[in-house]
Nanobody
Framework: VQLVESGGATVESGGSWRLSCKAS????????MTWVRQTPGKGLEWVSS????????LYLDSVKGRFSISRDDARNTLYLQMNSLVPADSGVYYC?????????????RGQGTQVTVSS
């Protein structure tokens, strides 16, 4: 299993940005996928998950209505569109194999990509 995140950047508060995660080494189209983030003082925090069908999505309350998770199975790529960013969204973002209830136990995620939201 290989998961490679990209797109980390410094973004102004209120801005938008998109992260990508390229997957390989497993049947991506059969897998639920998840974004998690490591923020200062909060540890590893679940952010969003998407089912293997691309229809079922779940979001952390604080990002609901601002973030959107999606997938392109033809490209084996997972995305996280982030809008109306706030400084509290700053952190290292990881994509992980598995859904909201399984990603931690599966314990397979990428190396992470840094997002910094400037105030």
């Amino acid at each position: 299993v290989q998961l490679v995140e990209s797109g980390g950047a410094t973004v102004e508060s209120g801005g938008s940005w998109r992260l990508s995660c390229k997957a390989s080494g497993f049947a991506f189209d059969d897998a639920a996928m998840t974004w998690v983030r490591q923020t200062p003082g909060k540890g590893l925090e679940w952010v969003s998950s998407i089912g293997n069908d691309g229809l079922d999505t779940l979001y952390l309350d604080s990002v609901k209505g601002r973030f959107s998770i999606s997938r392109d199975d033809a490209r084996n790529t997972l995305y996280l569109q982030m809008n109306s960013l706030v400084p509290a969204d700053s952190g290292v973002y990881y994509c992980a194999k598995g859904g909201s209830n399984t990603w931690r136990a599966i314990n397979q995620r990428g190396q992470g990509t840094q997002v910094t939201v400037s105030s």
